[in-house]
């Protein structure tokens, strides 16, 4: 009962955490007729910076911002973040720009495509958009395919050359005057990019930027990411839901074979609460979620009360729904928990089978006691005392039946033969309530 507590409080826990999250702040908006807000977009691009995004832009039409300019500085990164960002970008009445400085590599690239207007640093590069999975690995056919026509479809849609575009995507594509030669994907630099007029001119600073977009005099607001969107970001990169799901499931089996509630129950509820919250505030994670998640736990919990183990298997199927809610993509996600469900077995067996035995820490947390029979527990009489007896059949031994040995009635079988009732029989082994005999011929 103590422990069921113990859980149920950090369940409380866990629900005050998720009603904070409504009161975080935000930026007050503030009257200027010459703002140009920026936003920088650095690292890898994940559902988290889709969100970051999404509050920069409606916080610039607060604002009533002129001019938004994404400064790219990225390597790429998620596919569904980058359509999100380009479907939010496209929704805004405000003219967007794309500067980059320095890099607008893969998912970058075809973030500033999506913009009003591209311009570069003197260092930028921008390009290198073929589609991979997890594994680094080229994508299949369906995703390329579908990758390289939203390529090819936002530069056209922004007036660019598409050709170009899809050289970014297709190695096949031969664009040789630009250093893309048939079997390689493009890349361009500043200057190239100037040339196929993808880059309206190259600036080496924001000032110039701003001379260049006929807003000399603007006053420039920078986006700043939150604490809470910082964690978001780091949350829901593919690399460390994976992991936290890991420690999560970890956490939360080890806790099954230790008394009370303790650091691994812990670990993993955290573990899972930062999934959550993350997701959640990435734009991800609705209440369903986690209603869908909580119910899950307090199923599994009341398993403890009521037998037949079908509130735990709803309650599983439950958080395992709430997390596919949750992410947003079932394939990373799909793949996320088995890589978490294979960890956990993995360490799990290192803990109990290696670690468990010769570590301090562990056979403190750990049981692994056993009763055996060499340790003095039985789990029924053992009749040993009547190895070697004789007696007689009272009833017809097939092969099961009941003998007199010792002048008591004893519960016995034969060695898999029949026995006639009234024939002699001896002891030949017992293993615990099971006494064998076999018959005497005389």
């Known amino acids: 009962m103590l422990r069921v507590k113990r859980i149920l409080f950090s369940l409380f826990l866990i629900h005050i955490a998720f009603l904070l999250l409504a009161f975080q702040n935000v930026s007050q908006p503030r009257a ?26 409606q916080e610039a039409e607060e604002l009533g911002a002129e001019k938004i300019v994404l400064e790219l500085n990225t390597p790429g990164g998620a596919v569904d973040a980058a359509v999100a960002i380009a479907k939010n970008l ?27 207007r591209i311009y570069f640093h003197p260092s930028g590069t921008m390009g290198s958009a073929a589609i991979i999975d997890l594994e680094g690995n080229a994508a299949g056919k369906k995703a ?3 990758w390289k026509a939203e390529m090819m479809n936002a530069a056209e849609a922004h ?9 970014m995507v297709d190695e096949n594509v031969d664009l040789g005057e630009y250093g893309a030669e048939k079997g390689e994907l493009l890349t361009l ?53 994976p992991i936290l799901l890991s420690i999560g499931s970890i956490g939360l089996v080890l806790e099954l074979y230790t008394p009370g509630f303790g650091i691994p129950g812990f670990m993993g509820l955290f573990s899972l609460l930062l999934f959550f919250y993350g997701h959640h505030v990435a734009g991800l994670a609705g209440m369903e979620s986690i209603i869908l998640f909580v119910g899950g736990i307090l199923l599994i919990i ?35 928990l088995i890589i978490a469900i294979v960890v956990a077995i993995i360490v799990f067996i290192l803990m109990t089978k290696v670690f468990g035995k010769r570590m301090k820490f562990f056979r403190k947390i ?35 039946g009941t003998a ?25 082994k017992t293993e615990g309530s099971r006494i064998v005999v076999r018959e005497i011929n005389e």
């Open 366 to 400: 750990i049981l692994n006691d056993a009763t055996t029979t060499e340790k003095g527990y039985v789990s029924n009489q053992n009749r040993t005392d009547l190895i070697g007896k004789e007696g007689v059949a009272l009833t017809v031994l097939r092969p099961a």
């Open 159 to 167: 007036g660019l050359d598409p050709i170009v575009a899809e050289a």
């Open 189 to 241: 630099t500043a200057k190239q990019a100037v040339e196929v007029k993808y880059a309206k001119a190259i600036v080496s600073n924001r000032q110039e930027l701003l001379d260049e977009i006929g807003l000399p005099n603007a006053q420039i607001v920078e986006s700043e990411v939150s604490f809470a969107e910082k964690i978001a970001r780091f949350i829901t990169h593919p690399v460390v839901v």
């Open 302 to 336: 009341a398993e403890f009360f009521i037998p037949g183990g079908i509130a735990g298997l709803i309650g599983t199927i439950s958080i395992i729904v709430s997390l596919f809610i949750a992410s947003g993509n079932v394939m990373q996600m799909a793949i996320s």
């Open 144 to 146: 390329a395919s579908f």
């Open 404 to 428: 007199i040995i010792n002048e008591e009635r004893v519960d016995v079988v034969t060695e898999g033969g029949f026995i006639e009732k009234g024939k002699k029989v001896k002891v030949i």
């Open 32 to 57: 200027n007729n010459s703002i140009v807000y920026f936003i920088p977009i650095e690292e890898t691009v994940e559902k988290g910076l889709s969100a970051f995004i999404d509050r920069s832009i």
């Open 90 to 116: 496209n929704s805004t009445n405000i003219e967007t720009i794309a500067y980059v400085n320095k890099q607008a590599i893969s998912a970058g690239a075809y973030i500033a495509l999506n913009t009003d």
